[in-house]
Each structure stands twice: as C-alpha cells, then as structure tokens.
Nanobody, 115 residues
Framework: QVQLVESGGGLVQAGASLRLSCAASRSILGIAFMGWHRQAPGKQRELVAAITKGGTTTYADSMKGRFTISRDIAKNTVYLQMNSLKPEDTAVYYC?????????WGQGTQITVSS
C-alpha cells in the first residue's frame, strides 16, 4: 500500500497556471502507473494524465498541450503542471498509484477556475 497526498489546488482565473504535487509515502520506482484523475460535479471520474514506471506519459485528449505530468523519483513525487486553465477544468483532482493488483488514491484537491 502507498499513501498519496496531493497539494497545490486552489481558485484561479481562466488562463492561469497551477502545479499539483502528489507525494507518495514510499518509493515510486516500482509502481506501474501513477497519475491523475479528476471528477467534476455530477460527472464521472476521468483520466487526466498518467506516467509509467518507464517514464512514458499519456494524456486525455482535452488536456494535451496544456497539462504536463512529470515525476521526481528522489522525492517520491508526481507533478501535474496545468497551463491555460479553463472553467471546465474545475474539478477535484485525485492522484493515484496503480500497482496492478491494487490501486491507491489520494484524498483529492479542489481546483476551481473562474471565468
């Protein structure tokens, strides 16, 4: 099991940037996938971005070119850099770790983008 703690959310205006951090309780080296999902009010949770243990990244189509996922293995931390934020990006953002046999989730961090 790995505990995940997100930080960096908040209230911003459209066009602004934010960086989310996800600190893991142990080494992230062996974790198959880590990444971010989000859930907006009344909507299903959706994938935002993910990074494999080999460093390959993937993004939801609506985030490509605006969001960048990265990691610092020494700090056991995954980041999500979000640029050109839009009101439709308003959601709770969750960090997750997928080890195949189990998934662990953070508590979520709220991002609100005003127009």
């Amino acid at each position: 099991q790995v505990q995940l703690v997100e930080s960096g959310g908040g209230l911003v205006q459209a066009g602004a940037s934010l960086r989310l951090s996800c600190a893991a309780s142990r080494s992230i080296l062996g974790i198959a996938f880590m990444g971010w999902h989000r859930q907006a009010p009344g909507k299903q949770r959706e994938l935002v971005a993910a990074i494999t243990k080999g460093g390959t990244t993937t993004y939801a189509d609506s985030m490509k070119g605006r969001f960048t996922i990265s990691r610092d293995i020494a700090k056991n931390t995954v980041y999500l850099q979000m640029n050109s934020l839009k009101p439709e990006d308003t959601a709770v953002y969750y960090c997750y770790a997928d080890q195949g046999s189990r998934q662990d989730w953070g508590q979520g961090t709220q991002i609100t983008v005003s127009s």
